[in-house]
């Protein structure tokens, strides 16, 4: 199992360090454990067409994220600001925090 390997979580900033959306920046609203993959707000946009619905009859193409594999992104460290890969460390007894390998900081609680 894979699980255990992303070390990401919703709402974290990161940003999209290759592709078609390198540089850009965003907060993750998806995540897709088994994929190694996750939904970044407002990065790697795809057209995707919908059927005529109620409320736009004529159908037509939405514009929706698409998910970026996790080897494609970096955190942002909230505490030094800089784009970083993240550790994982067991504190006290069953407490394990994440941590960022460029400043040492702890982020958060996983
Ligand atoms: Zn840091």
């Known amino acids: 199992m894979n699980n255990n390997k992303i070390n990401f979580k919703k709402s974290d900033n990161v940003l999209v360090i290759s592709g078609d959306d390198k540089g850009k920046k965003g907060k993750i609203?998806?995540?897709f454990p088994k994929k190694m993959q996750v939904i970044i707000e407002g990065?790697?946009?795809l057209?995707?067409?919908t059927k005529p619905t109620q409320k736009i009859p004529q159908g037509g193409v939405i514009k929706q994220e698409g998910s970026l594999h996790i080897s494609n992104i970096?955190?942002?460290c909230n505490?030094?600001?800089?784009?970083t890969t993240i550790k994982r460390k067991r504190i006290k007894e069953g407490k394990r925090v994440r941590v960022c390998k460029k400043c040492?900081?702890?982020i958060d609680k996983v």
């Open 29 to 31: 609203v998806d995540i």
């Open 79 to 83: 505490k030094c600001n800089k784009p």
């Open 43 to 45: 990065v790697n946009f």
């Open 104 to 106: 040492g900081e702890i």
């Open 47 to 49: 057209k995707k067409h």
């Open 74 to 76: 970096r955190l942002i």
